[in-house]
T-cell receptor, first 113, second 116 residues
């Protein structure tokens, strides 16, 4: 049973560009969340998608946007990239409901130069 | 606002030692707490999930406890091995968040090195 898969694994972009990261949740999971992890820090919540709608959002600017498809896969888009957007971006999935834990993917390492 | 703190930030122990990692959180209104392992530059691997109604969970050499009223959790690792070297993160799922599946709030982790 495949877990959470993310693509690409690494990405280098130039300031001002736009980037799209992709995530396929674990089989049976319908809720997808995205986290940003800077070096040496814990992951920070960006937003969560369920039933193709953004349900919760963390303290991130509108440059960060997302989408969820009917098959539950999800995308994270970041516009007008800044050097400070360089981080590991993690996707996590879970079944809907409060008692479940999260399964995380291997992440996408984004470097903005 | 939920805040999660992990102590110590880093720990180095010789192989074979038993060790305890600490996690504290400020708001006891949680659904559950999850411990993760992270190898350098990699994603998170879930180790243990403790529901708010539980006191502890065990998996192999790992044992996690939860004292919700005091806002504390500990991860006990028995007979440590060099392969246990990694960063250990705890995360809580708070009740005060909205949404179908509430967000996780993470600590900054404990970086563990087990030496030969």
């Amino acid at each position: 049973d495949a877990g959470v898969t993310q693509s690409p694994t690494h990405l280098i972009k130039t300031r001002g560009q736009q980037v799209t990261l992709r995530c396929s949740p674990k089989s049976g999971h319908d809720t997808v969340s995205w986290y940003q992890q800077a070096l040496g820090q814990g992951p920070q919540f960006i937003f969560q998608y369920y039933e193709e709608e953004e349900r919760q959002r963390g303290n991130f600017p509108d440059r960060f946007s997302g989408h969820q498809y009917p098959n539950y896969s999800s995308e994270l888009n970041v516009n007008a990239l800044l050097l400070g957007d360089s981080a590991l971006y993690l996707c996590a999935s879970s079944p809907a409901g409060t008692n479940y834990g999260y399964t995380f993917g291997s992440g996408t390492r984004l470097t903005v130069v | 606002k939920q805040e999660v703190t992990q102590i110590p930030a880093a720990l180095s122990v010789p192989e074979g030692e038993n060790l305890v990692l600490n996690c504290s959180f400020t708001d006891s209104a949680i659904y559950n707490l999850q411990w993760f392992r992270q190898d350098p530059g990699k994603g998170l691997t879930s180790l243990l999930l403790i529901q708010s109604s539980q006191r502890e969970q065990t998996s192999g050499r790992l044992n996690a406890s939860l004292d919700k009223s005091s806002g504390r959790s500990t991860l006990y690792i028995a007979a440590s091995q060099p392969g246990d070297s990694a960063t250990y993160l705890c995360a809580v799922k708070s009740r005060r968040n909205t949404g179908t599946a509430s967000k996780l709030t993470f600590g900054t982790g404990t970086r563990l090195q087990v030496t030969l």
